[in-house]
């Protein structure tokens, strides 16, 4: 049974930083497209970051851009997203998906083009 577990969150005040970790028990991560979505309540899910299955490219959400940095690890099938430069408006639930031969943006900022989803973990930032 396939799993993504996130972790890494917690309680941040504005302007600091987190670390969200991503393991997935995938048979072949390598062959995977990875994302962040993350959902604030009464909102729609949003995309925050992807990786490419080849890990050659990278694309982030316009919210997300110059703060946040994807990168994966395929030895360790984890996926990380570094958040600098937190904002109160960054409070949402975050998640981890797994799109198989994920490569554009396209079809990596799409939550329906993914097949696996982690269960999330709480970011909150405070002002």
């Known amino acids: 049974q396939v799993q993504l577990v996130e972790s890494g969150g917690g309680l941040v005040q504005a302007g600091g930083s987190l670390r969200l970790s991503c393991a997935a028990s995938?048979?072949?991560?390598?062959?995977?497209?990875m994302g962040w979505f993350r959902q604030a309540p009464g909102k729609e899910r949003e995309f925050v970051a992807a990786?490419?299955?080849?890990?050659?490219?990278?694309y982030y959400g316009d919210s997300v851009k110059g703060r946040f940095t994807i990168s994966r690890d395929n030895a360790k099938n984890t996926v990380t997203l570094q958040m600098n430069s937190l904002k109160p408006e960054d409070t949402a639930v975050y998640y981890c998906?797994?799109?198989?031969?994920?490569?554009?943006?396209?079809?990596?900022?799409?939550?329906?083009?993914?097949?696996?989803w982690g269960q999330g973990t709480q970011v909150t930032v405070s002002s």
């Open positions: 998906a797994a799109q198989i031969f994920g490569g554009n943006k396209s079809t990596l900022s799409l939550p329906n083009d993914y097949t696996y």
């Open positions: 995938l048979r072949t991560f390598s062959n995977y497209g």
């Open positions: 990786i490419s299955w080849s890990g050659g490219n990278t």
